[in-house]
């Protein structure tokens, strides 16, 4: 099957600010993708450039196989947008807003509209000025959710809503997931990416600096061991692929690379394992090392 | 005083310094202030003082002697004339200064309260609409600086302006102290004007309410001394319930006094006591009118783009409507006061362009017709730039991400705009129709009128295609639009007067349009004129397709 989203060496640049920079990201249908990165690394951008509202500089970007820029109306029938600002008319209701929205993607589902009112507990007759911000979100998400739609686009959907909301987001995108839809979905809430999606682009200063699935960005990071043995563990360090050894108690703490796993557990097996506690790298961790490398393609964002 | 008064003593002080503290950060807020307003201030004194520069100019020669000028004070003796105009002192003996004092000042003190007014709203209601102001008073900024700083912008902008008014006044060789007078008058309803509008963005959450209410107080203060000043030369007690006629009450370059400004002081005092005690009273960015509850769904009226554009522009248009109706109302009552002086002072009716009677008249108020349309594309020029707002704002971006394509998202917007121009034409030439058709008991210049000011809209939406093409491409900033737009609207009511080469006065957009009912209605120039704003639009509309958006 064709991919839905299809960006290829991606450039877009705003007078002497480069935002993206041979930018790759691809989504299989039915996959809900999570979009990362640092603030100001292009994620934005990436998504306004696939709905047709910036022109790419250079690259190919295809959206259901087309070119977002000349076919914006065409696939804007297929897909919803959540902006991650959200910003919504003064004068007007939430409830007002929402059919707006709706019936510019060709009619509401009154239903549908209804039971995602009650589950985010949004009242629909106020002004949209008095709304706070999380509940300006909900504005946007009810009405993208309720719009029947193959491809969501979430832009930090979530970063106003409290837990409680935030749940109730990630058993909608659930059931969209169930559904069949495709959720291109971009955020700083790592649990949350952890929880919904089934691959993960990183991408920083305009650059996509890793893809693939959770398991597969596991590979790359160390696993966390920590054991206690009737022998001396400490040895393990003489491996190869097994670094940070450290002695706390009984305890014997250390990482290792995905490849010298089984290596190490044979080399600890003889020793007579009391308990092993083995800890897959973390997304945090994940980030924290991607963000933060330096040795990442330099393109010029906004840090230099 | 004992050791052990002092630490109670010491709390209660520590708690008073914060409400002192209130005032903490004025001084750099109002410095920010006013860079903000470095350019806005300047040209507001300017343009005040650039009126008197024109009024230098034109009266001498629309009013080459004494006896013309008397039939200028005829005209203001009529009640019609005294409504627009002042309260008719000196008009046994009309001299320049006289005139300044009764025809010009009330204007004047409307164009610093409007100035005012926009000041105090933008740097208090706007400021806390936006929520920049929560940013600002996160930091070490006391509770009431914020309006303090926008007051003392207020403060400079209107002694500017009075100042730089009596400057050109007295280099006109104009009694001095009666000069002051008038700046003092127009800089003191500024300020009053201000201290509402300090009180009325205490009261909504928007900006827009906030200056609404605050022009409607004016407007009402204008109306009232209207009234009052009709009701009998010099003023009834109506003309001294507004702010507008105490400024004119100091009966400058007549027999000059100084107290009714008094009352100006006083009571811009007492509105600022009372706008910072309500200040006090509420949270940032609450107003004290709670926001009302509305529809839980939309009506099918609101779903699509040139409805919620109609219902985004509905307040304003109705407030240019009311504004245009009245103002054309009050306009074509003096009417009868034009007929009758031209009457008895032929030599007028040749300044104004030859002609008698009956004709006369309609070719007056048919060049009237064309100041409105003139209103009416600054109207359609601003109406169009908002979706600026819209598209910085976000919301743009959020709309064409769904099944809708840019043209049609654009021409929709546009058409609100388009129609409302029509509809406010047709207000303004019913207005002027009417009044003039009462003041000389002939009604069917009412639907004359009204069908007249449709001559207007071909030229009135080049300007806002104008507006259209300044969008689509939008790095071309707007500010050539307005310079077109400023620019034709002076050559149209001041190139006449100032001698200006016929070339140039032929090329003036506004009067290339036949001055209906008063002549013949030529329709090449109006088929012309709505090519060209076809052409303008589409070609805004090519630009707008092909760019990227901002937010
Ligand atoms: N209209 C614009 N004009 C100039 N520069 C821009 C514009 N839009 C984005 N940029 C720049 O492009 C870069 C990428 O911005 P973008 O908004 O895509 O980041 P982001 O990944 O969404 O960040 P965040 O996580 O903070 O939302 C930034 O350096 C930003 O300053
Ligand atoms: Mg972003």
Redesign the interface.
């Known amino acids: 099957m064709s991919a839905v989203i299809d960006v290829r060496n991606l450039s877009k640049s705003f007078g002497s600010v480069r935002a993206l920079d041979d930018l790759d990201l691809r989504l299989e249908p039915g996959e809900v993708h999570g979009f990362l990165g640092p603030n100001g690394a292009g994620k934005s951008t990436t998504i306004?450039v696939l709905?047709?509202?910036?022109?790419a500089d250079a690259g190919a970007v295809r959206v259901f196989g087309q070119d977002p820029w000349t076919k914006?109306?065409g696939l804007?029938?297929r897909?919803?947008?959540v902006?991650g600002?959200?910003?919504?008319?003064?004068?007007?209701?939430g409830?007002?807003a929402?059919?707006?929205?709706a019936?510019?993607?060709?009619g509401v589902d009154k239903a549908r509209k209804q039971n995602l009112l009650e589950r985010f507990d949004l009242d629909?007759?106020?002004?949209t000025?008095?709304y706070s911000k999380g509940n300006r979100q909900k504005v946007?998400l009810i009405a993208a959710l309720a719009s029947d739609v193959e491809l969501l686009?979430l832009d930090e959907p979530t970063s106003g809503l409290d837990p409680l909301m935030e749940l109730v987001f990630q058993d909608c995108i659930g059931e969209a997931k169930r559904a069949g839809r495709t959720v291109l979905l971009s955020s700083h809430i790592l649990a949350e990416v952890e929880t919904l999606c089934d691959k993960v682009t990183i991408i920083r200063q305009g650059h996509a600096v890793q893809s693939g699935t959770l398991a597969e960005l596991r590979h790359l990071r160390r696993t966390s061991i920590t054991v206690v043995c009737d022998g001396d563990a400490t040895s393990v360090e003489r491996l190869s692929g097994v670094h940070d050894v450290r002695r706390d108690d009984g305890r014997v703490m250390f990482t290792v690379d995905d490849d010298a796993l089984p290596t190490a557990m044979e080399h600890l097996l003889p020793l007579g394992i009391r308990s092993l506690i083995s800890t897959p790298p973390t997304l945090e961790e994940l980030f924290v090392h991607q963000y933060g490398s330096a040795d990442a393609v330099p393109a010029g964002g906004e840090q230099s | 005083m004992s050791a052990t008064m002092t630490a109670p003593r010491r709390a209660h002080r520590s708690h008073r310094a914060d409400g002192g503290g209130s005032l903490t950060g004025t001084g750099r807020l109002a410095r920010f202030a006013l860079r903000r307003d470095r350019i806005q201030i300047p040209v507001w004194a300017i343009a005040l003082g650039g009126t008197i520069g024109y009024f230098l100019v034109v009266i001498p020669i629309a009013y080459p002697d004494p006896a013309a000028l008397q039939t200028r004070a005829a005209i203001m003796k009529e009640p019609a004339g005294a409504m627009m105009a002042g309260p008719g002192y000196g008009l046994d003996n009309y001299t320049f200064g006289a005139m300044v004092s009764n025809e010009l000042l009330g204007w004047l003190a409307v164009a610093s309260a409007l100035m005012s007014i926009f000041l105090v709203t933008r740097h208090t209601r706007d400021e806390e609409e936006t929520g920049r102001a929560e940013l600002i008073r996160a930091n070490v900024v006391g509770r009431h600086a914020p309006l303090t700083a926008a007051l003392i912008t207020l403060a400079v902008a209107n002694i500017a302006m009075g100042a730089l008014l009596s400057a050109a006044l007295i280099a006109n060789d104009l009694a001095v102290a009666d000069s002051l007078a008038i700046g003092a008058g127009v800089g003191l309803a500024g300020l009053v004007f201000g201290a509402v509008a300090a009180v009325t963005a205490q009261l909504s959450e928007h900006a827009r309410a906030a200056s609404g209410m605050a022009g409607a107080v004016l407007g009402l203060a204008y109306v009232l001394r209207g009234v009052g000043d009709a009701q009998e030369i010099g003023g009834s007690f109506l003309s001294w319930l507004s702010p507008i006629g105490w400024t004119q009450q100091t009966r400058a370059f007549v027999d000059l006094r100084w107290w009714p400004l008094l009352l100006c002081i006083a009571l811009t005092a007492v509105l600022l006591v009372a706008a910072f005690l309500l200040a006090g009273r509420r949270d940032v960015g609450a107003g004290l009118m709670a926001a009302k509850r509305g529809r839980a769904n939309a009506t099918p009226a609101l779903v699509h783009p040139a409805g919620l554009a109609l219902r985004m522009e509905r307040g304003s248009i109705l407030g240019w409507a009311v504004g245009l109706f009245l103002t054309g109302l009050l306009t074509g009552s003096l009417g009868q006061g034009i007929v009758d002086s031209f009457e008895s002072q032929p030599q007028l009716a040749e300044v104004f362009g030859g002609g008698s009677g009956g004709d006369l008249l309609r070719q007056t108020m048919a060049s009237f017709l064309g100041f409105f349309a003139m209103g009416v594309a600054v109207f359609a020029v601003v109406s169009v730039n908002r979706m600026r707002k819209e598209e910085t704002e976000g919301r743009t971006g959020a709309v064409l991400a769904t099944d809708i394509t840019r043209p049609h998202w654009l021409l929709s917007t546009f058409a609100v705009t388009a129609v409302s121009s029509a509809v406010l034409l047709l207000v303004s030439g019913f207005g002027l129709g009417l009044g003039a058709g009462a003041s000389i008991g002939e009604m069917s210049l009412a639907w004359d009128f009204t069908v007249a000011s449709l001559a207007y809209w071909p030229i009135v939406l080049c300007f806002a295609g104008l507006a259209v093409l300044a969008y689509g491409v939008l790095r071309a900033g707007v500010w050539w639009v307005w310079i077109l737009l400023v620019g034709s609207i002076l050559i149209g009511l001041y190139g006449p007067v100032l001698n200006l080469p016929e070339a140039v006065l032929d090329a003036e957009p506004f009067g290339l349009v036949p001055q209906v009912p008063g002549a013949e209605l030529e329709a090449a120039p109006l088929v012309w004129m709505s090519v060209v704003a076809i052409a303008l639009t589409a070609a805004g509309t090519l630009a707008f397709r092909n760019r990227d958006l901002e937010a």
């Open positions: 306004r709905l047709g509202l910036l022109h914006a109306v804007h029938r897909l919803a947008y902006p600002d959200v910003n919504l008319w003064p004068k007007i209701t409830g007002e929402i059919d707006y929205f019936s510019l993607r060709g629909p007759t106020k002004k000025r008095s946007a686009v």
